[in-house]
């Protein structure tokens, strides 16, 4: 396991976990910030090509559509290379958008990240 | 303006314990506005007897609407205004409480954009979709110099 770098105050660890990417982020995400969040994730997929992205939403109580944006952005870019978006730790307002996005059918949601890492 | 009406920054609105029957807020496009603002009407909804569900959705729809007037309607300006007034429905109306939001920006009306069903590939248009799918009406009312939209949110939905 390594420690990785990022810019944004959004992300509060990245570490690499054999081929996973584990992201813990932290604080509510709007327009305003997310584009903090959208530069944290494409760098660390463009830099590591993880098989595995995982996603630890837990202290993310609130984020608007431009954040959904960034998630699937985020899948979009790992796809290329045979990757996978997983997210865990979903609040309930965070659950409640992805289901009117319909985002339950491309991401792969578990319960936490060991689920993720096996 | 009526007499018990709040006016104020968004920054200075969450006054504990405040109560306005009807709140206004004169805000910026800058997306640094959007949580403040949200934030300001979820608390008036608690407080004029929203459930805290019901007062969240509001939140989002503001929050999708008023990054849209930013986005589309200003183009990505983030200093043209935004007013927002937030005031009760009266019970013999269905009660709940009626949300507006104007700009003055090209005037454009989202609700007549194609594409509005959610497509999990492509999330441009998700705040439409939410406008629709957590308020109980949401209705683009054109302006001469811009647009307003109206949305409600009733009582125990």
Excluded at chain 2, 7 to 15: D, I
Excluded at chain 2, 101 to 112: E, H, L, M, Q
Aim: hydrophobic fraction near 40%; glycine fraction near 8%.
């Amino acid at each position: 396991m390594s420690d990785l770098r990022t810019r944004s105050d959004l992300v509060t660890a990245a570490r690499k976990e054999g081929d996973a990417v584990v992201v813990a982020v932290r604080g509510e995400i709007d327009l305003h910030n997310s584009p903090q969040l959208r530069g944290d994730l494409l760098d660390l997929i463009s830099r590591q090509s993880p098989a595995r992205l995982v996603l630890n939403l837990s202290e993310v109580p609130y984020m608007d559509s431009s954040a959904v944006a960034v998630l699937v952005e985020s899948l979009q870019k790992l796809r290329k290379t045979g990757g996978r978006v997983y997210l865990t730790g979903l609040q309930p307002r965070v659950k409640g958008l992805l289901e009117i996005a319909r985002l339950g059918t491309i991401f792969v949601i578990v319960a936490d990240e060991a689920e993720a890492l096996k | 303006m009526a007499e018990n009406s709040k006016t104020s920054s968004p920054a200075t609105v969450a006054k504990p314990g405040a109560s306005a029957r009807r709140l206004r807020l004169h805000a910026t496009s800058d997306p640094a506005n959007l949580a403040p603002v949200r934030r300001a009407c979820e608390k008036y909804c608690i407080e004029h007897g929203l459930s805290p569900n019901a007062a969240n959705d509001v939140g989002l729809c503001v929050n999708e609407a008023m990054a849209n007037v930013t986005r589309h309607a200003y183009a990505g300006a983030t200093d043209r205004p935004i007013d927002i007034v937030c005031e009760e429905v009266p019970t013999d109306q269905g009660g709940g409480v009626r949300v507006s939001i104007r700009d003055w920006g090209n005037g454009v009306n989202p609700a007549t954009l194609p594409g509005c069903e959610p497509n999990p590939e492509t999330p441009g248009g998700l705040g439409l979709i939410c406008l629709r799918r957590l308020m109980d009406e949401a209705n683009y009312v054109p302006q001469p110099d811009g647009m307003m939209l109206v949305m409600v949110k009733r009582k125990g939905v």
